[in-house]
């Protein structure tokens, strides 16, 4: 699971028209062919403070610190969140039930080990749509700003995996958990009350994603986060 980074090379209008988001954050990053965990990218959630909820583009860091933690250190280590256990975990149990995202991205990188070493393949969309991960965001209150410090709040989040499928399976045992369009509307809503329902839609609907996806080998470039360009995504046949 360390080695999983993501690209977002969509613009946030882009993503804005594909999910019906209501508003738009002023702060988005940059599009990035090479995201790491505790880097920065734009997230869709419905906010619970209007009625009905507002559904927003934000950006948010990768690796979800909850609302108790003493620093924002504890989010290195949860980028990603076994769906299979969210229900009953602490650190992401909150957020299931009120606080669901979606992550937007072109495509994801997973690297397969092989008797060579471990080789990185881009998995993607065949088309130009967004891939949808689920994802859980929580907001984090730094104690050492003032209330009136604009950046008090920080904003996370992590990526649901489950077990990984047919030829996804072959590259490695594990794959985001992915949303079709079908269920984003009920993984958004954070008014519902069968969120377990909710959580089992998505582990099950998921392969339909994968099975339509297409991947590729590429360079070993993008193993350093520091690399960051449409040369990541060629083809290294």
């Not at 909710?198 to 590729?216: F, G, H, N, Q, T």
Request: no cysteine.
């Amino acid at each position: 699971m360390q080695d999983r980074t993501f690209l977002s090379t969509s613009t946030a209008a882009d993503f804005a028209e594909f999910l019906d988001v209501d508003t738009v954050a002023d702060d988005l990053p940059e599009p990035s062919y090479n995201v790491a965990p505790t880097d920065r990218v734009a997230i869709v959630l419905d906010s619970i403070k209007t009625e009905p909820p507002t559904r927003r583009l934000e950006a948010a860091r990768w690796g979800l610190v909850p609302g108790w933690a003493k620093d924002p250190s504890i989010g290195a280590r949860a980028f990603n969140a076994r769906s299979e256990e969210v229900e009953d975990k602490p650190m992401f149990r909150s957020a299931l039930e009120k606080r669901r995202a979606i992550v937007p991205t072109s495509g994801y990188y997973e690297w397969k080990t092989t008797p060579e070493g471990k080789t990185p393949h881009f998995i993607h969309p065949q088309g130009d749509e967004p891939l949808l991960l689920a994802g859980l965001y929580e907001w984090w209150r730094d104690p050492a700003r003032t209330d009136t410090d604009p950046a008090r709040w920080m904003l996370s989040f992590t990526i649901l995996t489950r077990d990984a499928v047919g030829r996804l399976g072959s590259i490695h045992d594990r794959m985001p958990l992915f949303v079709d369009e079908a269920h984003a509307e009920a993984w958004l809503d954070p008014t519902t009350e069968n969120v377990g329902d909710v959580l089992d839609a998505a582990i099950d609907a998921a392969p339909r994603v994968a099975e339509s996806l297409d991947d590729r080998v590429v360079g070993r470039a993008v193993g350093n986060v520091r690399n960051n360009g449409p040369e990541l995504i060629e083809s290294a046949a």
